[in-house]
């Protein structure tokens, strides 16, 4: 069981900023929070991690509760390339929910 | 950023025969890989994971004689589909374990199998 709770599916118009929540609310206090995606035919690809502080890499930033139970991911400037399904993880569970598919409009 | 690859990228074999997989962590070791399949419009579904040196742990409902896993290495874990029927027909994905505290999974670029 994936143990994670994410919307099905999102719309973002090109250029704007897109924003995934995930549910983890049985997350430890030291278990990271993973983001990966999944692009149509390919292998996911990882995006970002964080144990408690908010994140920022090259692709994302990624913005966690202070309880800890719920995190967001960033995309600033959402382009056509970034339609793909986006999974959250945590910790040692390695089974993945159906994520959410993110879908950029041009 | 980490790289791991697969080989072969897509495979077409006929009933009845086996087909290995490979899965190579190029840049870094990974004591765990793991083993995922992915039927089209749904999510991935782990197989097995994979820890070097030692025999593989499987999901419930994987047949451990079916898909033979071997993880001889840091760098390499193999996945054997053995008397493949159509069923079998899927998309195959890798992935490895970066080390502690980090523990990111890097992801292979997959393998589609079709079983005629």
Known sequence: DAKTTQPTSMDCAEGRAANLPCNHSTISGNEYVYWYRQIHSQGPQYIIHGLKNNETNEMASLIITEDRKSSTLILPHATLRDTAVYYCTYGQNFVFGPGTRLSVLP | ?116
């Not at chain 2, 072969?8 to 995922?36: H, N």
């Not at chain 2, 994979?50 to 047949?63: D, F, H, L, P, R």
């Not at chain 2, 505290?101 to 079983?115: D, I, K, M, S």
């Open chain 2, 1 to 116: 950023g980490a790289v791991v690859s697969q080989h072969p990228s897509w495979v077409i074999c006929k009933s009845g025969t086996s087909v290995k997989i490979e899965c190579r962590s190029l840049d870094f070791q990974a004591t765990t890989m793991f083993w995922y399949r992915q039927f089209p419009k749904q999510s991935l579904m782990l197989m097995a994971t994979s820890n070097e040196g030692s025999k593989a742990t499987y999901e419930q409902g994987v047949e451990k004689d079916k898909f033979l896993i071997n993880h001889a290495s840091l760098t390499l874990s193999t996945l054997t589909v053995t008397s493949a029927h159509p069923e079998d027909s899927s998309f195959y994905i890798c992935s490895a374990r970066d080390v502690a505290p980090r523990e990111t999974q890097y992801f292979g670029p997959g393998t589609r199998l079709l079983v005629l």
